[in-house]
């Protein structure tokens, strides 16, 4: 308090805090002892209505501020939990217009970088799911981080595998065996390993080690399917000994024939030249006929399909019959043709056509014994061409019918060699009927007969 000399009176000053100000009070007192002047009194009376106002709008103010830092401080909070889509409102932006801006921009560039990042992910899962190769990482527990499709497909996974311990999902030691040397040594080691399964499936494994750092996997195992690959290696190793072993068997009978006329002076002996060049010839004629289907059997397969045109089929079977009638009748079995009440005829190739009669009739009359009938027939069955060849003879054991289409096999192979079989027959047969886009298909009954489907399409009618 002092006294005022312009106003000769004295002032009371007062110092209040406001929140964001700090407001001064004059206040006159009654502390002199001249009148004060009626204007003096008026402006100090404004003055402190004025510094009121002030102080009130001040704290409004600061409230705003407060409430719209909030705001702000959520959005960024928000931000951090990778929710960047909400934007603050207008409302809310009053005094942190700058701050609120700042924010805004941190969004977007949240955003964007997101997209670039989800794109990244969504590439990534496309090309890891479009890989015929298993890829799967494990993290350093062995815990599943990252697998694809086809990961699923050739460990048999369950699905939900992400996030499970490797052991749990793959029971196969020496896969477990290798990621946890990887994991050790970090030297990538591989091979190949057969699972367990029906049928069993071989895979080619390769186990490396993902590079320490950025990464969250610690091992990555890339499978491939090579199951299909060492089955056709089996098939072509088999197919090899079982052709030579048949070539063998009656080159060793010609040698054995011409040996046995050579050194024991048979030669001299029209009864014994006669009797072993008789077996040499007729062994002859059995490796003729075998190199003969290996040949037909190897062209068939390199040639894949063949171009079909309608094919007069009763004329084919008729001439199949007329080539394969001496053969019936000095095994005194009937040949009988049924042809359909309506012509109908097949779409193929005429020579692969004929080729499949003739070693069907041909089984047909080897396999039935004295007595017996064989019947050709054919029909429209279901909008497609069927020939039946169905014989009355000794039938085909149910555990033998699903192999004996495979090459060289054979239900008796005495029989067969007896019969003068190479085992070649049923595997042309199958893949001739295959080149010409049919289905073969057998039923058979033991001491009843057999009956030989083929199944092709029907030339639509003239
Ligand atoms: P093969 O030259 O030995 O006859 P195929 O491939 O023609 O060879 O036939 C394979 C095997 O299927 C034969 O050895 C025989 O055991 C059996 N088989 C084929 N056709 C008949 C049939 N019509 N009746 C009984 N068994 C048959």
Redesign the pocket.
């Known amino acids: 308090m002092r006294a005022s000399t312009f106003w000769s009176f004295l002032l009371l000053f007062v110092a209040v805090f406001l929140p964001g100000m700090l407001a001064v009070l004059i206040s006159t007192g009654r502390l002199t002892t001249s009148p004060a002047p009626p204007l003096a009194v008026v402006v100090t009376l404004l003055g402190l209505v004025a510094v009121g106002v002030a102080g009130l709008a001040n704290l409004q103010i600061a409230r705003q501020t407060a409430r719209n830092l909030g705001a702000v401080c959520q959005a960024l909070r928000q931000a951090s939990q990778g929710e960047v889509s909400s934007r603050i409102p207008h409302s809310e932006r009053s005094h942190v217009e700058p701050v609120a801006a700042a924010v805004d921009q941190l969004q977007d560039f949240l955003r964007s970088h997101f997209a670039e990042v989800q794109s990244s992910r969504d590439q990534l899962s496309l090309v890891l799911n479009s890989m015929v190769e298993g890829v799967l990482v494990v993290d350093e527990q062995q815990r599943v981080v990252l697998l694809n499709e086809s990961a699923y497909r050739l460990f048999r996974l369950p699905q939900g595998a992400d996030g499970r311990l490797l052991f749990e999902l793959v029971r196969n030691p020496q896969l477990l065996l290798w990621v946890t040397r990887v994991l050790e040594d970090r030297q990538t080691v591989g091979g190949e390993v057969e699972l367990l399964s029906n049928p069993p499936r071989v895979l080619n494994l390769r186990v490396l080690s993902l590079p320490e750092g950025g990464a969250r996997g610690a091992a990555m195992v890339v499978a491939t399917d090579i199951s299909q690959l060492r089955k056709l290696e089996r098939v072509r190793q088999e197919f090899v000994a079982n052709a030579s072993h048949e070539l063998k068997t009656p080159l060793a009978s010609i040698k054995a024939c011409v040996e046995t006329l050579l050194e024991g002076g048979a030669i001299d002996d029209p009864q014994f030249r006669d009797r072993f060049l008789g077996m040499a010839a007729e062994q002859a004629d059995r490796l003729d006929k075998l190199v003969r289907d290996l040949l037909s059997l190897t062209r068939i397969e390199s040639e894949g399909r063949r171009d079909v045109e309608p094919v007069a089929i009763d004329r084919l079977v008729e001439q199949c019959v007329g080539r394969q009638l001496r053969n019936a009748e000095k095994r005194a079995i009937g040949l009988r043709i049924e042809p359909p009440d309506t012509p109908v005829q097949p779409l193929a190739d005429e020579d692969s056509l004929e080729h499949v009669l003739e070693?069907?009739v041909?089984?047909?009359i080897?396999?039935?014994n004295s007595g017996g009938q064989v019947t050709i027939r054919w029909q429209e069955e279901g909008g497609a061409f069927v020939l039946e060849?169905e014989?009355t003879?000794?039938?085909?054991p149910p555990q033998?019918v699903p192999r004996?289409?495979e090459?060289f096999?054979?239900?008796?192979?005495a029989?067969?060699r007896e019969?003068?079989?190479?085992?070649?027959?049923?595997?042309?047969?199958k893949h001739l009927v295959q080149s010409l886009g049919g289905e073969v298909s057998v039923n058979?009954r033991i001491g009843k007969?057999?009956q030989?489907r083929i199944r092709l399409t029907l030339a639509p009618l003239p």
Not at 393 to 396: K, P, Q, S
Not at 409 to 413: E, F, N, Q, T
Not at 421 to 429: K, R
Request: no cysteine; aromatic share 10%; glycine share 18%.
């Open positions: 070693n069907l041909d089984n047909a080897k396999y039935t060849v014989d003879g000794i039938g085909i033998h004996i289409f090459r096999y054979r239900v008796d192979k029989r067969s019969v003068g079989g190479t085992g070649l027959g049923l595997a042309i047969v058979s007969g057999t030989f």
